[in-house]
């Protein structure tokens, strides 16, 4: 790995989590990592809470789009170094193969965009909870002495990253 660093986050509809540490990883990082985010049955549509954070963050909200992870698999897509799955029903599915053989992680989180019930007040409470959890979790990931580190001990940070929060 060199100094630069690719992470895709998995969900299975690509329209709330992903999307969310999409934004949350490329920006918090300044450049050092890229965030991208893909589902195993992309919805379609991205989830408006979830664009609204992303403009907040200044994240360029026309780069998002719900999208099959099939699109990282294939000849020409960006290398992954890191492949998170954010929900239960992701890690479950068959992954297609991933070039390069990214350190892998679990970090399960509740999909916000289920949230309906309830007045608009309290889906975007679920949305913030999620959105803060993801950034405890990027911003230790980041600070990680990646350079350092082997493959089997970037494998672990990212499981005790998890634990951690």
Same mark, same amino acid.
């Given at each position: 790995?060199?100094?630069?660093?690719?992470?895709?986050?998995?969900?299975?509809?690509?329209?709330?989590?992903?999307?969310?540490?999409?934004?949350?990883t490329t920006t918090l990082s300044h450049g050092r990592f890229t965030g991208y985010?893909? =589902?195993?049955?992309?919805? /379609? @549509? @991205?989830?408006?809470?979830?664009?609204?954070?992303?403009?907040?963050? =200044?994240?360029?909200?026309?780069?998002?789009?719900?999208?099959?992870?099939?699109? +990282?698999?294939?000849?020409?897509?960006?290398?992954?170094? +890191?492949?998170?799955?954010?929900?239960?029903?992701?890690?479950?599915?068959?992954?297609?193969?991933?070039? =390069?053989?990214?350190?892998?992680?679990?970090? =399960?989180?509740?999909?916000?965009?289920?949230?309906?019930? /309830?007045?608009?007040?309290?889906?975007?409470?679920? +949305?913030?909870? @999620?959105?803060? /959890?993801?950034?405890?979790?990027i911003e230790l990931l980041i600070d990680l002495p990646i350079e350092t580190l082997n493959k089997l001990?970037?494998?672990?940070?990212?499981?005790?990253?998890?634990?951690?929060?």
């Open positions: 790995m060199d100094n630069q660093y690719n992470i895709l986050f998995l969900c299975n509809e690509n329209s709330a989590r992903s999307i969310i540490a999409e934004a949350l985010s893909a =589902g195993a049955k992309p919805s /379609g @549509v @991205v989830h408006p809470i979830a664009l609204e954070m992303a403009k907040s963050m =200044g994240y360029p909200i026309q780069l998002l789009r719900s999208k099959s992870w099939d699109e +990282f698999g294939r000849e020409g897509a960006p290398r992954m170094d +890191f492949i998170i799955t954010l929900c239960d029903s992701a890690i479950a599915e068959e992954c297609p193969y991933w070039p =390069g053989h990214p350190s892998t992680a679990h970090w =399960g989180f509740p999909n916000p965009a289920n949230s309906n019930i /309830g007045n608009d007040e309290k889906i975007r409470q679920t +949305f913030t909870q @999620v959105e803060l /959890g993801l950034r405890n979790r001990q970037i494998q672990d940070q990212l499981h005790r990253i998890h634990y951690r929060n």
